[in-house]
């Protein structure tokens, strides 16, 4: 923390706890209590339950984590793939070649998740590509809607690489094949692992344009909490929710030790 001060850091915190709190952490909390509760007394849920949570680990419930782990994890490993070469392309490609790509990429961010689905749902309807109703086309709309954050942050950590160690490799003989696999992509693992952690995170929450696609049979957990509620059960949502963030911090834990790992090698 920039303060040098004791009293200016006793501050900075005070103003931290004070946004914070209300604006970040007390809301989750309230979810939290919610998923224990049976009614709503007052400002405060009551009637301590864990009913609750023995449906939001079995039967739809479960399946429907489990689809929205897969949905998630494939379309991470899909951006970073995409976003990866594409960072790659462009940083050969110059400046201004740089600039249309990252523009490109990040065309399905600037318009609202809702037009990405339905782009998706419109193109992919009719052959020869005919992906309506079946589980690919959330994935692929899911690969849209995250690509242009692996693409921009492996972007970033090409422009902080030192160009030394490839033109050292390259001096010594190394094909560019060899550069790539063993010098350049090693060097930039923390940042996939960080691009990976954020699409996967992404992924895990998207609802507008999932609402758009899913089939009968792929049922992701964001939709599930959003109908859960909707029918008005309020305390159901709220402990569907709860694992779902706990499962999504759970998967950006060990991302976070695989990259903590990389960054020492």
Known sequence: MLVHSRKGRWTAWAVFAVLFVPLFALPLLVIVAASFSTNWSGAFPSGPTAEHYAAAVRGESLQALTTSLVTAVAASLLALTVGTWAALAASALGKRGRRVLDALFMLPVAVPSVVVGLAVLVAFSQPPVLLNGTRWIVI?????????????????AILRLDP????????????PSYVLLRVKLPLLLPSLNAAAGLCFALSMGELSATMMLYPPDWLPLPVLIFTATDRGS???GSALAVVLMAATLLVLLAVSRIRTKASYR
């Open 140 to 156: 692929l709309a899911h690969t849209v809607l995250v690509t242009a954050f692996a693409h921009q942050s492996v972007s970033a």
């Open 164 to 175: 030394r160690y490839e033109q050292a490799a390259a001096s010594l003989g190394a094909r």
């Open 234 to 236: 309020l305390f159901t």
